[in-house]
Antibody, heavy 116, light 111 residues
């Protein structure tokens, strides 16, 4: 059974940092692109970042470029999102998802709240 | 990286059909056959319903179908059932650098 379990969310002050993790199991993690998608409270889905199966290609939505870094450890079947210089508008539920555009499996999300 | 345009709401009675549109540009929806649709029930993770414009993942009822014409993709739900009431999002590949863009979402109400 495919499972994606996010962790690392929490309350952080503006300008602070957080590192999100996503533990994958039940499939060959190293063969799949992976993505982070977020959803602000009461709002729609927003793609955040995507990383190729071997980590050689990464892409980001403009609003997080230079502040967020997506990475992966295929030996540990884990996906990460390092978030720096956090802003109030980054407050959202962050989902880890398998795939690039065709996200066929999703985690339950980890909540990030940026507030003073 | 502008969001795709979806109607905020749609509705239909049980058994009826409803179509949700998703309008993009010649740089995203119009340029690639990489349009997907997601269903999201309240407080749940999104679920992939359609990928690559017309394909259905295993387990998704054939009441759900997708299509595309020019810069507009569509999701049709036939034989509406109560459990189809949810938010629906379209998504498209959006050019070089592997950009991805979502639509704003459509709340489907089964009357």
């Amino acid at each position: 059974e495919v499972q994606l379990v996010e962790s690392g969310g929490g309350l952080v002050q503006p300008g602070g940092s957080l590192r999100l993790s996503c533990a994958a199991s039940g499939f060959s993690f190293s063969n799949h692109w992976m993505s982070w998608v977020r959803q602000a409270p009461g709002k729609g889905l927003e793609w955040v970042a995507t990383i190729k199966s071997d980590g050689s290609e990464k892409s980001y939505v403009d609003s997080v470029k230079g502040r967020f870094t997506i990475s992966r450890d295929n030996a540990q079947n884990s996906l990460y999102l390092q978030m720096n210089s956090l802003r109030a508008e980054d407050t959202a539920l962050y989902f880890c998802a398998r795939g690039r555009v065709n996200n066929d499996y999703w985690g339950q999300g980890t909540l990030v709240t940026v507030s003073s | 990286q502008s969001a795709l345009t979806q109607p905020p709401s749609a509705s239909g009675s049980p058994g009826q059909s409803v179509t949700i549109s998703c309008t993009g540009t010649s740089s995203d929806v119009g340029a690639y056959n990489y349009v997907s649709w997601y269903q999201q029930h309240p407080d749940k993770a999104p679920k992939l319903m359609i990928y690559e414009v017309t394909k259905r993942p295993s387990g998704v009822p054939d009441r759900f179908s997708g299509s595309k014409s020019g810069n507009t993709a569509s999701l049709t739900v036939s034989g509406l059932q109560a459990e189809d009431e949810a938010d629906y999002y379209c998504c498209s590949h959006a050019g070089s650098n592997n950009f991805v863009v979502f639509g704003g979402g459509t709340k489907l109400t089964v009357l």
